[in-house]
């Protein structure tokens, strides 16, 4: 399992690695003008997760923090709660299987027949009872400056990471003020945050002064996992979904999308901004920084 990179000039604890070979792979082929050319791909791979002894789900990822990635699944799907104790997390690489052994029994075998497949790429799974957990949700009133807003999508835009290097992946991140603090990518944008999650889980790290920011859109998907990890702000360089918005609204979540440069939109938790920033000294984002989504709605 890679080791978490270390950036602290930029308060990163763990950021993408576009230079491990595991990730990433050079295939040949023949551009526009017919000339032959060798590009990178992101390589994704079949990962089976089990809780205790019962298998759950068979997910496609990049394979990168198969730990967090399991946990936040099992956050984020209801079936781990904040105060379970998690026993054991063991990963064996040659068979893709994730085992997440807790303290107390569990048995999902009625909650498994109610999947929903979700919006989210690579085939996002969502529950029958994630709707419940909302209903008691109370987030603080973190405030959102503009100009950490704008600090903190030029520090990520300007990262290294696997959708430069290659593309064909989403990337989320998670923040404080205008300091990334974990940056995660994979094919499936919910797998990114369920990373993200399962870092938060392992390191009791609260999600209450924290910023999530997502290149993908924000759909009912994000939003619910984005209130689950008590998180009061979520920032898109995408757009909306209407279903999203209205869970955003019902659960105080401030939701920013169509973040690019100096421009941005919310539709939720607009109480929460602080518009400190002159927009005279904010620059329109460069072309070479542009990432998935920019032109359009991903």
Same mark, same amino acid.
């Given at each position: 399992?890679?080791?978490?990179? $270390?950036?602290?000039?930029?308060?990163?604890? #763990?950021?993408?690695?576009?230079?491990?070979?595991?990730?990433?792979?050079?295939?040949?082929?023949?551009?526009?003008?017919?000339?032959?050319?060798?590009?990178?791909?992101?390589?994704?791979?079949?990962?089976?997760?089990?809780?205790?002894?019962?298998?759950?789900v068979t997910m496609m990822t990049i394979n990168d923090y198969p730990d967090y990635l399991a946990l936040g699944y099992l956050l984020n799907q209801n079936m781990l709660k904040p105060g379970d104790v998690v026993t054991e997390v063991e990963y064996d690489?040659?068979?893709?299987?994730?085992?997440?052994?807790?303290?107390?029994?569990?048995? /999902?075998?009625?909650?498994?027949?109610?999947?929903?497949?979700? $919006?989210?790429?690579?085939?996002g799974t969502a529950f029958g009872d994630l709707m419940e957990a909302l209903e008691d949700v109370e987030l603080p009133k973190t405030p959102l400056k503009t100009s950490s807003l704008y600090r903190l999508t030029h520090a990520i835009n300007t990262t290294p990471s696997l959708y430069l290097e290659a593309g064909a992946i989403h990337g989320c991140v998670l923040a404080k003020e205008d300091r990334p603090l974990v940056?995660?990518?994979?094919?499936?944008?919910?797998?990114?945050?369920?990373?993200?999650?399962?870092?938060? /889980?392992?390191?009791?790290?609260?999600?209450?002064?924290? #910023? /999530?920011?997502?290149t993908g859109r924000?759909? $009912?998907?994000?939003? #619910?996992?984005?209130?689950?990890?008590?998180?009061?702000?979520?920032?898109?360089? $995408?757009? /909306?979904?209407?279903?999203?918005?209205?869970?955003?609204?019902?659960?105080?979540?401030?939701?920013?999308?169509?973040?690019?440069?100096?421009?941005?939109?919310?539709?939720s938790g607009e109480d929460r901004i602080v518009f400190d920033q002159d927009l005279s000294y904010v620059e329109e984002e460069s072309v070479k920084h542009r990432r998935k989504g920019s032109g359009g709605d991903d």
């Open positions: 399992m890679p080791k978490p990179h $270390s950036l602290t000039e930029a308060g990163l604890v #763990i950021r993408p690695n576009p230079d491990d070979p595991r990730l990433t792979e050079r295939v040949a082929g023949v551009n526009e003008r017919g000339e032959r050319i060798e590009t990178g791909v992101v390589v994704e791979r079949a990962l089976t997760l089990y809780l205790n002894a019962q298998e759950i690489e040659d068979l893709a299987v994730v085992v997440v052994r807790t303290e107390g029994e569990t048995n /999902f075998e009625d909650k498994l027949k109610k999947r929903t497949q979700t $919006s989210g790429c690579a085939q940056y995660m990518e994979d094919v499936g944008r919910h797998n990114a945050v369920d990373k993200i999650a399962g870092w938060m /889980f392992r390191h009791g790290e609260g999600g209450g002064d924290k #910023i /999530f920011y997502t924000l759909t $009912s998907e994000m939003v #619910i996992k984005t209130v689950r990890m008590g998180i009061p702000i979520l920032v898109s360089r $995408s757009g /909306f979904t209407a279903w999203g918005v209205e869970l955003a609204r019902k659960t105080g979540l401030t939701l920013i999308g169509r973040a690019r440069g100096k421009r941005f939109v919310a539709l």
